[in-house]
Each structure stands twice: as structure tokens, then as C-alpha cells.
T-cell receptor, first 114, second 116 residues
Framework: DAGVIQSPRHEVTEMGQEVTLRCKPISGHNSLFWYRQTMMRGLELLIYFNNNVPIDDSGMPEDRFSAKMPNASFSTLKIQPSEPRDSAVYFC????????????FGPGTRLLVL | AQKVTQAQTEISVVEKEDVTLDCVYE???????LFWYKQPPSGELVFLIRRNSFDEQNEISGRYSWNFQKSTSSFNFTITASQVVDSAVYFCALSEVGTNAGKSTFGDGTTLTVKP
């Protein structure tokens, strides 16, 4: 079975550019999570969806960040405009249900904003 | 608010030694879930175990074992006879049930280095 798929795996961009990260959750999973990992702040939950609906976006750092889940098999995390401090590894995870279910992580997208 | 503390930032052991990674959590909920994840140098996050708050039985899986004690709010992870391949960052996480359902809080991780 395919796990969580993220693309691109690596992204290098210049400050001010728009960045779009993509995620395909495991088929049949109802919840999807976006995390950011940095050395300084560790692993932070940015936003999570249940049945394609955003449940909690309190972790989204600022208005430059937005996330969508147009259907059960696809989600995007967009940064516009990007800044060097956005450089991090962004993980997408999915789980079968809403609460206590185990989250399965994608391989991550390594973003570098110059 | 929930909180997960992994006090050990880095641990270094020699192969075949046993090592215990500590995890202490805080939550006001009576129902919650605890997890351990492994992040090897390749970067992916790998699920290791999930334990609910009503199940205090210790669990053993091969060289891995977990000790859950509600009285001390701890969920410690022991690797027996460590191997070089165990070198990774290990994260403990807490997930609440209820209004914050689905939201997991991760500890800062413990970097384990196993030397040959």
C-alpha cells in the first residue's frame, strides 16, 4: 500500500516567491495534518483537516500561509510570499479517524528560501 | 494545555548497551493517547507505538519495550541491546480526545547515537 505522498521532496526558492507543497494522504484516511519541523521550534502542527474540513488552523504562523483540501485525496500548503525564516521540513500526515488514531507521516518536503 | 517533555536532548551509547528514553507528559484529560515515533537520519517519521490512557500494561516488541505509568505521567521507552541502526531522533507525543481531538503535541525529541 502506498503511504502518504508529498511533493516536491526538495524545494529551493527565492524570497518573495510563492511556494506550494502537495500531499496525498493514505486512501481511506479521514484526517490530514500539516507539520513544520525546524531545529529551533521542533515539530509544530500547522493545521489539520477532518473529512476535508479544516478543524484547527491555530498553528498557522501568519496570513502568508494557507492550506486547502479540495477532496479526500489531495491537500496543498501554500506560502505566499515566502521568507527565509520559512525554511524548514514540512511534513504531511494522515490518520484513519479524528482523534486518537495513529498518524502516518509522509517523507517531508525540505524547503529552502534564499 | 497539554505538554510533552523529553528531558534528554542527546544520548550516546555503545552498541549492545541498553538505553531508556524518558517521556513525561501533562494533560487535564482522563482519556488520551501516547505515541512514540522514530526519525532516522533519512528524515522520515516512523510510528512505533500507541498507548491509550486506560491501558497501563507494559509492552514489548522485540528489543523495544515501553513502560507507561499514569502515577508519574511517564511513558518511557527502552531499547535492549542497542544497535547502530537504532541511531535516530525519537519523539514522544500526546493526543487528546475531546475538543482537541486529533491534535498531537510532540516532545522536542531525544537524539540517540549508538556507536559500534
Amino acid at each position: 500500500d502506498a503511504g502518504v505522498i508529498q511533493s516536491p521532496r526538495h524545494e529551493v526558492t527565492e524570497m518573495g516567491q510563492e511556494v506550494t507543497l502537495r500531499c496525498k494522504p493514505i486512501s481511506g484516511h479521514n484526517s490530514l495534518f500539516w507539520y513544520r519541523q525546524t531545529m529551533m521550534r521542533g515539530l509544530e502542527l500547522l493545521i489539520y483537516f477532518n473529512n476535508n474540513v479544516p478543524i484547527d488552523d491555530s498553528g498557522m504562523p501568519e496570513d502568508r500561509f494557507s492550506a486547502k483540501m479540495p477532496n479526500a485525496s489531495f491537500s496543498t500548503l501554500k506560502i505566499q510570499p515566502s521568507e527565509p525564516r520559512d525554511s524548514a521540513v514540512y511534513f504531511c500526515a494522515s490518520s484513519p479517524g479524528r482523534s486518537q488514531e495513529t498518524q502516518y507521516f509522509g517523507p517531508g518536503t525540505r524547503l529552502l528560501v534564499l | 494545555a497539554q505538554k510533552v517533555t523529553q528531558a534528554q536532548t542527546e544520548i550516546s551509547v555503545v552498541e549492545k548497551e541498553d538505553v531508556t528514553l524518558d517521556c513525561v507528559y501533562e494533560t487535564r484529560d482522563t482519556t488520551y493517547y501516547l505515541f512514540w515515533y522514530k526519525q532516522p537520519p533519512s528524515g522520515e517519521l516512523v510510528f512505533l507505538i500507541r498507548r491509550n490512557s486506560f491501558d497501563e500494561q507494559n509492552e514489548i516488541s522485540g528489543r523495544y519495550s515501553w513502560n507507561f505509568q499514569k502515577s508519574t505521567s511517564s511513558f518511557n521507552f527502552t531499547i535492549t541491546a542497542s544497535q547502530v541502526v537504532d541511531s535516530a531522533v525519537y519523539f514522544c507525543a500526546l493526543s487528546e480526545v475531546g475538543t482537541n481531538a486529533g491534535k498531537s503535541t510532540f516532545g522536542d525529541g531525544t537524539t540517540l547515537t549508538v556507536k559500534p
